[in-house]
């Protein structure tokens, strides 16, 4: 059993930068493709980015140009720095283990999550 715990979120202003992390036990992450979501209220859960094994990453066009994903393996853990960001940006952020071995932003493809971390941007 694999559990992930997100924290670096808070309330911020527009133009400021978080970074987000995500740390696990129970299972060692360095193996496992892992994604960053994001879901605002009324909205459905949205790919944020996403990080291989091999550090390979891939973005939502949202955020692209802002934001970086990073993993340091020796950690466990799993970052996003989130720089610019806006008042759209604003929802819990969730990190997630991927069944597959590349990343995908289909939520479905994803098998572990954390209990998410609220980000608040104002205007």
């Known amino acids: 059993q694999v559990q992930l715990t997100e924290s670096g979120g808070g309330l911020v202003q527009a133009g400021d930068s978080l970074r987000l992390s995500c740390s696990a036990s129970?299972?060692?992450?360095?193996?496992?493709?892992m994604g960053w979501f994001r879901q605002a209220p009324g909205k459905e859960r949205e790919f944020v980015a996403g990080?291989?094994?091999?550090?390979?990453?891939t973005y939502a066009d949202s955020v692209k140009g802002r934001v970086s994903i990073s993993r340091d393996n020796a950690q466990n853990t799993v970052s996003l720095q989130m720089n610019s960001l806006k008042p759209e940006d604003t929802a819990v952020y969730y990190c997630?283990?991927?069944?597959?071995?590349?990343?995908?932003?289909?939520?479905?493809?994803?098998?572990?999550w954390g209990q998410g971390t609220q980000v608040t941007v104002s205007s």
């Open positions: 990080i291989t094994s091999s550090s390979t990453t």
């Open positions: 997630a283990v991927s069944s597959r071995t590349s990343t995908t932003s289909w939520a479905r493809d994803y098998y572990y």
């Open positions: 129970g299972r060692t992450l360095s193996s496992y493709a």
